[in-house]
């Protein structure tokens, strides 16, 4: 690397939040850091990579963008098990051609990131990677408090259940077909850009539903309703019915017809909202509210016993629901 371990340092300080405070005792400079555990919490961590040319395009998305989005995908599953998020670990892989402009974009969105979700970079390490393979990868682990015995599950789903989502379905996809077929640079469809660059976890909503005890299951939408929610019921043993005609689609505006883009397609297998999908036992389903800091809550359908999940068109014919999301392990 053209610059020194301590300059980089230096540099991803002043923009990402690392201050010592809360639960973080001892922060970047030792070999390790010193974390608290708050009263009668636990903690929740997960980890996530995001990866030019799998995860990211390094010519698409700008620099702020990969930032910021590296940070809410990690932060979402957070949101999904109803936790409060606390720190971030991040493991930078950065040839150095991107020390220098692109870096300082991309720490400017994960400070950005960081400050939204209240995050504290705890520590984390950076290299430069193989000459022979010049991409960037960012490895962000973020750790999450959860009172004791709160936390949202995937397995808690039982038959009569009502199944919910958060937010639009579709809407990050929208933006990546906008890009897919060329038109993200047209500044008429920024708006629709935004699920796609800047996505929103989920995070008061996950606290909200651990807080009441009212989820028996919850997750956050990454790869697409079709291929989350059966992972929902293989964790709980159930099946379900969703209704085409219930769900929250993102609405295609009518200039964009000639991309032939249908938002039920989006709104099934469309990855990447990084909503909550939730179910609820139907006595509490009354107190779920339409819409949650802004957020609309959407009652799609119900938990059945048997396995699978089956789709019922607006004729109200059942058919399986395929999973057609997004997997990284299955080509397309
Ligand atoms: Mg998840």
């Known amino acids: 690397m053209n610059i020194t371990e301590e300059t980089l340092i230096q540099r991803i300080r002043r923009r990402v939040p690392s201050s010592e405070g809360g639960v973080l005792r001892l ?10 555990t708050p009263p009668g919490a636990d903690w929740v961590v997960t980890s996530d990579p995001f990866i030019e040319d799998v995860h990211f395009l390094a010519d698409t998305h700008a620099p ?52 939204k979700f209240r995050l504290r970079l705890a520590g984390g390490d950076t290299s430069q990677g193989p000459k022979s393979s010049p991409t960037i990868s960012l490895h962000v682990t973020v750790l999450g408090s959860v009172e004791r015995g709160r936390e949202l599950r995937r397995t808690g789903a039982q038959p009569g259940d009502a199944v919910f989502v958060s937010g639009p379905l579709g809407a990050a996809q929208l ?6 077929h060329g038109r993200h640079r047209e500044t008429r469809w920024k708006k629709l850009l935004a699920p796609q660059f800047h996505p929103v976890p989920a ?55 000639p991309l032939k883009l249908d938002a039920l397609t989006l709104a099934l297998h469309g990855g990447e909202d990084y909503g909550l999908l939730f179910t609820v036992p139907a006595r509490s389903a ?39 999301g997004w997997d990284h392990f299955r080509t397309r």
């Open 203 to 257: 995070i008061l909503l996950g606290q909200w539903l651990a807080h009441q005890r009212i989820a028996s299951a919850a997750m956050d939408l990454s790869d697409g309703l079709s291929s989350d929610l059966p992972r929902l019921c293989k964790a709980s043993a159930v099946g379900a019915r969703i209704y085409a005609e219930k769900l929250p689609c993102v609405v295609v505006p009518r200039e964009l017809r």
């Open 286 to 324: 009354p107190r779920i509210p339409n819409t949650f800091h802004g957020t609309t809550l959407t009652h799609i359908g119900e938990i059945v016993r048997g396995r699978g999940v089956s789709l019922v068109d607006a004729r109200g014919k059942i058919s399986p629901l395929k999973p057609r």
């Open 27 to 36: 922060g970047i400079g030792d070999d390790a850091a010193l974390v608290r």
């Open 175 to 180: 933006g990546l077909e906008l890009i897919l």
């Open 64 to 115: 702020d963008v990969v930032g910021y989005k590296a940070l809410a995908r990690a932060t979402s599953d957070l949101a999904a098990m109803g936790a409060q998020p606390q720190l971030f670990l991040l493991n930078l892989t950065i040839p150095a051609s991107r020390t220098g402009r692109w870096l300082e974009g991309m720490l400017t969105g994960m400070g950005r990131a960081a400050r």
